[in-house]
């Protein structure tokens, strides 16, 4: 069982471009959260999802940021006009469906996001 | 709002001491606490997990306590190896299913 994939590893763009970042969780799981790190701190919730549904983007800037969780497909994390402040490391987590709170959440790889 | 802390934010051991990193948090309504190891440019590995009615979890030369009531964890690790320098991270879940992360202690295990 392949872990959680994160795609790609490494990303650079320069201001005003956009990025976009996948997720791939582990087979059985349909939760999907994302968590940006910036430098020196510690991860911070963005979003997290279901399948075709956002349960809760408290965390996510209000503009410039979406996510997605597709029927079919990975998550995406969509950062459009990035900026310098958006150079994180964004890592995305998932977790089966089961009593809520209950199950743990396995981290991916991250993507690190440089913005030029 | 729950706040994790991690004290000290580094440490330099020699190898073969035993060593304790801390985690205090201000909100005891928690599902779970887990520890994580970060490695420089890499991804989470987990640890332990301590579910709110667990005291302690022991894998290897790392045990992970739990004290809900005080809003205190501790992560011990035995008899260090220069392979345990990493970024540990302590992370609590909430009753609304976010997880909350502390900044990490570096450790650093001088051979």
């Known amino acids: 069982n392949a872990g959680v994939m994160q795609n790609p590893r490494h990303l650079v763009r320069r201001r005003g471009q956009e990025a976009r970042l996948r997720c791939s969780p582990m087979k059985g799981h349909s939760h999907v959260y994302w968590y940006r790190q910036l430098p020196e701190e510690g991860l911070k919730f963005m979003v997290y999802?279901?399948?075709?549904?956002?349960?809760?983007e408290s965390g996510m800037p209000k503009e410039r940021f979406s996510a997605e969780f597709p029927k079919e497909g990975p998550s995406i994390l969509r950062i459009q006009q990035v900026v310098r402040g958006d150079s994180a490391a964004y890592f995305c987590a998932s977790s089966p469906p089961g009593n809520r709170g209950r199950e743990t959440q396995y981290f991916g790889p991250g993507t690190r996001l440089l913005v030029l | 709002k729950q706040e994790v802390t991690q004290i000290p934010a580094a440490l330099s051991v020699p190898e073969g001491e035993n060593l304790v990193l801390n985690c205090s948090f201000t909100?005891?309504?928690?599902?779970?606490l887990q520890w994580f190891r970060q490695d420089p440019g890499k991804g989470l590995t987990s640890l332990l997990l301590?579910?709110?009615?667990?005291r302690e979890q022991t894998s290897g030369r790392l045990n992970a306590s739990l004290d809900k009531s005080s809003g205190r964890s501790t992560l011990y690790i035995a008899a260090s190896q220069p392979g345990d320098s990493a970024t540990y991270l302590c992370?609590?879940?909430?009753?609304?299913?976010?997880?909350?992360f502390g900044k990490g202690t570096r450790l650093h295990i001088l051979p």
């Open positions: 301590i579910q709110s009615s667990q």
């Open positions: 999802l279901q399948k075709e549904n956002i349960i809760d």
């Open positions: 992370a609590v879940k909430n009753r609304d299913d976010k997880i909350i």
């Open positions: 909100d005891s309504a928690i599902y779970n």
